[in-house]
């Protein structure tokens, strides 16, 4: 009877699509997965926070958040798929016997189409650095240069200025985004038409393991660029893994005797330097000293812990939507519990093995630890600033330049187009529609708000605004639900035995505990800091607080672009409100399921 209904609900709902094989949804789920936060984001946060005590924060939060999350949104998928639903909503109104399970719901849809809007733009630029490095015209001698292109690039000068393709900077029409961000919006909406079995997966098979081979070549090259510049020893790449890995870290410093205050700051890496350096501050303690931070000092900074746990988000997909989405296209008896693993060890190797090897040595070895620790180490500053100027003065920079931004352009299709599949099930599901319909209603949706994050590209504040509150608040949000739904509403025990059905292995027993208790609870505890150290403006550390420029731009000196973007994302959320309000199959399942 069961099947019958399932059968029945499925046809409803236009959709009858599923996986061709295991390894397809492995490399699919692991592709949405892997995307610019494992090759661009990690580094950057392993490298800011504290190297080997962020990788010890990391690998904690892994085990409680990460393998949690990750198992829990593929049982919740898969059974969701099984009753006959594909969209966020549906699943929940499937599990959760509640009429606020299906606009709860609503948070997965409104997630993933947001972040998209932006993303694709971030994709455009990364093939668009990829071609200009092919066609030779990316070749800085500065940071300032490197900046500067990039800036013209994207269009940050002015709103608008993405539109014109740099013409005002006398820059050709390769060298503005536009024109790649017309392709890769076409591409991923033809991919996407395509299906989740004739396009998502089909495109994941080959996409993924492209970028890992093009990102192991780029490895290799930079494995063995020793030290560039003979005159700078220092500089080589074994510091650059050590500024990146190091347990322990050691500064030296300079104080002003007079005031007493720091004027001069700098990791030390290479055990020459700090000998030098020990020998410097014991002829002139006063002024010279060398201070080692132990890895349990670097462990007891909250922050440390706040962003070790935000990138297990970014680095696994967890709470955006995405999973619970695919997982509902597997069939009831498919194995979730060894391809859940399988696609998180995937993606871990990705951005540990491999974003983390590459980037910062690479960096450190041709402008050194000093001068990467004063640049910055945000996502676009040390993607898009630092390390064009380090291929720029390497042998063969325009081909292993173009390499690295291909294989970032990659993974960054394999994430968007996972970015679309819930928006596409939700619009099938709540409309009875096909395929062509569900991907021309989201491809105009999508579309206008790709054009307005382009247009309002003066300082990416658009862009800027909807990742704070698409990609980091309400993913914290999505992700403490799920986890309360599959440890509470669902029933750990039952939740564990539908992930078993199929399983190769068990999930072990300790992970009813840590599903139940300790995943809720951590998310909860780091949400609570998110909110105070970023929306208030508190630091963990010192106890002072300032308002974040989020809460500025609403609030203290109202930005136009800031509140734009707020407001696109609220209409786009009454708009879901609303069309989930009418759809009958969700009252219909949740009154015969109060009648059984």
């Known amino acids: 009877m069961e099947a019958v209904e399932c059968k029945a609900l499925m046809s409803c709902s236009g959709s009858q699509e599923g996986w061709n094989s295991r390894l397809g949804v492995i490399l699919a789920v692991a592709g949405s997965a892997v995307g610019l936060g494992n090759f661009l984001r990690f580094p950057g946060q392993a490298a800011e926070h504290g190297g080997g005590a962020f990788m010890i924060a990391y690998v904690i939060s892994f085990l409680i958040i990460g393998l949690p999350m990750c198992w ?19 699943i929940f109104n499937a599990i959760w016997r509640s009429p606020a399970a299906k606009y709860v719901g609503i948070i997965g849809v409104l997630i993933p189409v947001i972040i998209y809007m932006y993303y694709v733009n971030i994709e455009a630029w990364c093939l668009g650095y990829a071609v200009n490095f092919l066609a030779g015209n990316l070749d800085f001698d500065s940071a300032k240069e490197s900046t500067g292109w990039w800036a013209s690039f994207i269009g940050a000068g002015e709103n608008g200025a993405a539109l014109v393709g740099g013409a005002k900077e006398g820059m050709g029409p390769l060298q503005g985004v ?41 490895l290799i090259r ?16 074994n510091n650059g893994l050590g500024f990146l890995w190091n347990p322990n870290k050691t500064f030296f410093e300079e104080t002003d005797p007079a005031t007493g205050e720091v004027v001069y700051k700098r990791e030390v890496v290479d055990k020459h330097l700090i000998a030098e350096f020990r020998q410097q501050a014991a ?6 000293t060398v201070r080692e931070v132990s890895i349990w000092t670097q462990l007891a900074n909250p922050q440390l812990w706040l962003a070790a746990a935000g990138q297990i988000f970014f680095s696994l997909s967890v709470g955006f939507g995405v999973i619970i989405t695919y997982s509902s296209y597997m069939r009831k008896d498919d194995d979730i519990v060894l391809s859940g693993l399988a696609a998180t060890s995937a993606n871990e190797f990705c951005e ?3 974003g983390g090897l590459i980037t910062v040595p690479a960096a450190v070895a041709f402008i050194g630890v000093a001068g990467l620790s004063g640049i910055g180490l945000s996502t676009f500053d040390l993607g898009f600033k630092v390390l064009p100027l380090v291929f720029s003065e390497m042998p063969l920079g325009n081909v292993f330049g173009f390499l690295w931004f291909f294989l970032l352009f990659l993974a960054a299709m394999t994430s968007s187009i996972s970015m679309l599949q819930p928006g596409i099930a939700f619009i099938e599901e709540a409309f009875k529609t096909d395929r062509k319909r569900s991907t021309a209603i989201l491809g105009f949706v999508t579309a206008v708000g790709s054009a307005f994050v382009v247009y309002f590209s003066a300082d990416a504040k658009a862009l800027d605004t909807l990742d704070f509150w698409a990609a980091n608040f309400l993913i914290f949000v999505l992700a403490t639900i799920q986890i309360i739904m599959f440890g509470w509403i669902f029933g750990v025990d039952r939740g564990l035995s539908e992930a078993s059905r199929g399983a190769a292995i068990r ?19 780091v949400f609570v800091l998110w909110v105070l150290t970023s929306v208030f403006g508190l630091n963990l550390t010192s106890g002072e607080s300032e308002l974040s420029s989020y809460i500025v731009d609403l609030f203290v000196e109202p930005n136009v672009a800031a509140w734009l973007s707020v407001g696109l994302m609220a209409t786009l959320g009454v708009a879901f409100l609303l069309i989930v309000s009418t759809v009958q199959r969700y009252k219909d399942y949740q009154k015969q399921e109060a009648d059984s």
Not at 191 to 200: A, E
């Open 352 to 354: 540990v093995a491999l």
């Open 507 to 525: 999930i072990p027993r300790i992970y009813r505990f840590v599903i139940k208790f300790l995943c809720p609870l951590f998310l909860i505890t």
């Open 283 to 288: 002829q002139d303690p006063e002024r010279y």
């Open 222 to 237: 930079v494995m063995t660029l020793g030290a560039p510049d003979p005159a700078e020893p220092a500089e080589n790449v």
């Open 72 to 90: 829990s949104e593929w049982t919740l998928g898969r059974h969701g798929g099984s009753k006959g639903f594909n969209s966020c909503p549906g």
């Open 178 to 218: 536009g024109v790649y961000l017309l392709a890769v919006f076409a591409l991923n909406f033809l991919l996407i038409y395509r299906g989740v079995s004739g396009g998502i997966e089909l495109f994941c098979k080959v996409a993924v393991p492209t970028l890992v081979v093009l990102a192991l070549v780029v």
